[in-house]
Nanobody, 120 residues
Framework: QVQLVESGGGLVQPGGSLRLSCAAS????????WGWYRQAPGVQRELVAD????????RYGDSVKGRFTISRDNTKNTVYLQMNSLKAEDTGVYYC?????????????WGQGTQVTVSS
């Protein structure tokens, strides 16, 4: 198993910034893809960003491109989401996600989520 511990959520004013972090621990399974998803009230969970294990491949949701940056610190086995120019519509629960394991035994793990509220 992989355990994911998230931190960094909170309340911020529009235009502000937050940095989320997610540290992986547990069985030592190889992590292939790190991701951040969010669940806004009353809407479907959506991809915010993800990054491959080597750090060269990234994806961003259309609504966050140019404002959010995902990165990984291999030494700390931690993924970060730097969120700048936050908007009210960024409000939601942000979940860390990893795809881990060696094929054909790959599994998806989720963190418990951290609340991000953007409000004046």
């Amino acid at each position: 198993q992989v355990q994911l511990v998230e931190s960094g959520g909170g309340l911020v004013q529009p235009g502000g910034s937050l940095r989320l972090s997610c540290a992986a621990s547990g069985s030592g399974s190889k992590i292939n893809i790190w991701g951040w998803y969010r669940q806004a009230p009353g809407v479907q969970r959506e991809l915010v960003a993800d990054i491959s294990s080597d750090g060269y491949s990234t994806r961003y949701g259309d609504s966050v491109k140019g404002r959010f940056t995902i990165s990984r610190d291999n030494t700390k086995n931690t993924v970060y989401l730097q969120m700048n120019s936050l908007k009210a519509e960024d409000t939601g629960v942000y979940y860390c996600n990893v795809d881990a394991g060696i094929p054909p035994y790959e599994y998806t793990y989720w963190g418990q989520g951290t609340q991000v509220t953007v409000s004046s």
